[in-house]
């Protein structure tokens, strides 16, 4: 029996990608074009969410230094809480800073008569709760003064202020503060750390950020009182347009994603629409279905996706010092979305070409 000849091996596929790339290089300016819409949608998908989130994180940041993480514990019928129990808060997971005013009394300047301030003796995590600056100072157990005291009696670091009360003089180290406090009454006062004896009004907490909730819910029972105790925020939410977790949840860059996509797919589009006649012959030639298909892949692959990749990284690199935290992982999410739905761009582009019909196009119609 005679033995069949081979068939002639054919690469459709093959030529349909490397007729992709020869298009490419054919057209150098519709190339150079569709890879700068490429990169400058790349980079969009970078920027968008990384200028909003940050802006959103600037002012979460902003409402964290007032005192949005801040809470006061009080018993309702006015009593005073255990100043130890207030104090051990300091050690509880989530808390940044715990304390309370054990007595506060109006002293006189022995410098200048004329200059009267509070003399506030609270246990010593007090004076971080009301100055957010002093969080990242050891607690070294100094006396802390507010702006305007401070600046009433010429303090600009640390000194020593001699005080009157009762007729009888005194005096104490302090260090002044680099910033207003959350509250405006400390402006004139001197924060004197004492030992945790004894009892508070109000037992001031301020939470880390994102363990707000948690560490609200806990002070509600901490205290185990008779009287029940009511846990207030130092910022009512009534305070806020928004807070920064609506803000996050409802930002306007999270369609970014999307609007990059749709661009990429309508600009694809209007470019294989203008190509008619050229497509109109494929089909004539047999690039057809699966073979318009590796066509239309290897041309967005080339002469798209790698330009939005490129806009992309060089985006990010710009933006690296920025792409911290929150906005990183908004960023890298947004980014992650736009290449789940890049896909969908070839294919309207094979779509749209397949709906050609040859003859029609190649005579103009």
Known sequence: MPSREPRPARYPYRLAANEALANLRASPVKTAVSAVVGILLGALAVV???VDVGRIRAYNDELVRAGWNLFAVHRN????????????????PGVVAAGGVVASRRVVSTIDAEVSFDLIEATPGYA????????????????????????????SDSGWVPYLV??????????????????????????????????????????????????????VGWFNETAPTFVASFMGGEQLASSPADQLANRLSRWAPLAVVLAVTVFQVALWLARRAEVGLYGLMGLRGTRLATM??????????????????????????????????????DCLRVWALLPLA??????AASMIKPFDAIRGR
């Not at 009301?130 to 009433?152: F, H, K, N, Y």
């Not at 070839?346 to 779509?351: D, E, G, K, R, S």
């Open 48 to 50: 968008a969410p990384t």
């Open 77 to 92: 019928d006015g009593q005073s809480l255990d100043a130890a129990r207030c104090d051990s808060l300091r050690a509880m």
């Open 128 to 155: 971080a709760t009301m100055w957010p600056t002093l969080q990242e100072r050891a607690d070294d157990g100094s006396v802390r003064a507010g702006t305007r005291v401070a600046r009433r009696l010429g303090i």
């Open 166 to 219: 009762a007729g009888v003089g005194d005096s104490v180290e302090v260090v002044a503060t680099a910033a207003e406090a959350r509250s405006a009454e400390l402006s004139n006062a001197l924060v004197v750390p004492v030992a945790p004896v004894g009892g508070v009004k109000q037992c001031w907490v301020e939470a880390e950020p994102g363990a707000r909730e948690q560490v609200e819910e806990q002070l």
């Open 296 to 333: 239309v892949s290897v041309d967005f692959l080339f002469g798209t996706a790698a330009p939005l990749g490129a806009g992309m990284f060089a985006a990010a690199c710009v933006m690296a010092p920025r792409l911290t935290g929150v906005v990183l992982e908004a960023t890298a999410w």
């Open 346 to 351: 070839p294919l309207c582009v094979h779509a």
